[in-house]
């Protein structure tokens, strides 16, 4: 699977940004999607997941610190994957990563060690 993601850049506080997450190479494996950010010096968080991404237990969970402000959604004609951020505050700086993986543990979808295909990053800067 390959995962290239878009839309990052430098946006004022309060401000709106809409990450995009364009993947190939689906394998039915494919069982969840996640968004997951890492600041300076932090490690990896996971922001936003998908689990069960093509199944009828479909599940969506987020992180605490962007519940009400951040929406994740999917979009399976095109294969891609969203995350809507609105209310930017500058402690949402760093780079978002979207990775996909296997089914896991219900309630570990936010767990970055689950996942194996991971994009290469795209910069989002509140400030």
């Known amino acids: 699977v390959q995962l290239v993601e878009s839309g990052g850049g430098l946006v004022q506080p309060g401000g709106s940004l809409r990450l995009s997450c364009a993947a190939s190479g689906y394998t039915t494996s494919t069982y969840c999607m996640g968004w997951f950010r890492q600041a300076p010096g932090e490690e990896r968080e996971g922001v936003a997941s998908?689990?069960?991404?093509?199944?009828?237990?479909?599940?969506?969970a987020y992180a605490d610190s962007v519940k009400g402000r951040f929406t994740i959604s999917q979009d399976n004609a095109k294969n891609t994957v969203y995350l809507q951020m609105d209310s930017l505050e500058p402690d949402d700086t760093g780079i978002y990563y979207c990775?996909?993986?296997?089914?896991?543990?219900?309630?570990?979808?936010?767990?970055?060690?689950?996942?194996?295909?991971w994009g290469q990053g795209t910069q989002v800067t509140v400030s």
């Open positions: 990775a996909q993986g296997p089914r896991m543990p219900a309630g570990q979808a936010l767990g970055a060690r689950w996942y194996s295909s």
């Open positions: 998908i689990y069960g991404i093509w199944t009828g237990d479909r599940r969506i």
